[in-house]
């Protein structure tokens, strides 16, 4: 089957960085997106990876390694506005699709 | 401004009503999409559409149905077949040609309560 894998809950503190890792098992793989989604809200897009390596993007960035199935994304300079659930999800065939993970909700502490 | 609507925001439903959500994109997308999400899980994909007069279905769609009548608008019905469908909905597009095809945009999102 089709499946991504990322951490339930990450904790960490205000002013530090943060580091969500993301294993995906997919058939076909056209890119990585990273969504964030506030409490009651609605998913709103941050990052994507086509390629391996490094995407920056003001204090966040996202990594892909499709040789290891792998990605990861870097939150720093933590602002107590990014307690959010950070999703992984991955363009799994030419249908336009995204294969989700379950998320990984971000608690920030002052 | 463009972007992805959703109505209502709040909607409660007898059981064994029908109910339909609306959404409404002015951001000339191809691709529209529905997606369930229950308290604390991910995204689960109901229908989506690639193109008017054309959907498919997605890894739920027992006890939901759409249409995809004009380029702007996919709505969703939550029939009375639905066996558990208090949950958040939101719709998504996404561009099907150029760059970014796989980015998806979603609207606020319609949280449903069977009573």
């Known amino acids: 089957g089709q499946s991504l894998e990322q951490p339930s809950e990450v904790t960490a503190v205000e002013g530090a960085i943060v580091q969500i890792n993301c294993t995906y098992q997919?058939?076909?793989?056209?890119?990585l997106s990273w969504y964030q989604q506030h409490d009651g809200g609605a998913p709103t897009f941050l990052s994507y990876?086509?390629l391996d390596g490094l995407e920056e993007t003001g204090r966040f960035s996202s990594f892909l390694s499709r040789s290891d199935s792998y990605g990861y994304l870097l939150l720093q300079e933590l602002q107590m506005k990014d307690s959010a659930s950070y999703f992984c999800?991955?363009?799994?065939?030419?249908?336009?699709?995204?294969?989700w993970g379950a998320g990984t909700k971000l608690i920030i502490k002052p | 401004d463009g972007g992805i609507t959703q109505s209502p925001k709040y909607l409660f439903r007898k059981e064994g009503q029908n109910v339909t959500l609306s959404c409404e994109q002015n951001l000339n997308h191809d691709a529209m999409y529905w997606y369930r999400q229950d308290p604390g899980q991910g995204l689960r994909l109901i229908y989506y559409s690639q193109i008017v007069n054309d959907f498919q279905k997605g890894d739920i769609a027992e006890g939901y149905s759409v249409s995809r009548e004009k380029k702007e608008s996919f709505p969703l019905t939550v029939t009375s077949a639905q066996k558990n469908p208090t949950a958040f909905y939101l719709c998504?597009?996404?561009?099907?040609?150029?760059?970014?095809?796989?980015?998806?945009?979603f609207g606020p999102g319609t949280r449903l309560t069977v009573l």
């Open positions: 999800a991955v363009g799994g065939n030419s249908n336009y699709q995204l294969i």
């Open positions: 998504a597009s996404s561009k099907r040609q150029g760059a970014d095809t796989d980015t998806q945009y």
């Open positions: 990876n086509g």
């Open positions: 997919t058939s076909g793989f056209y890119g």
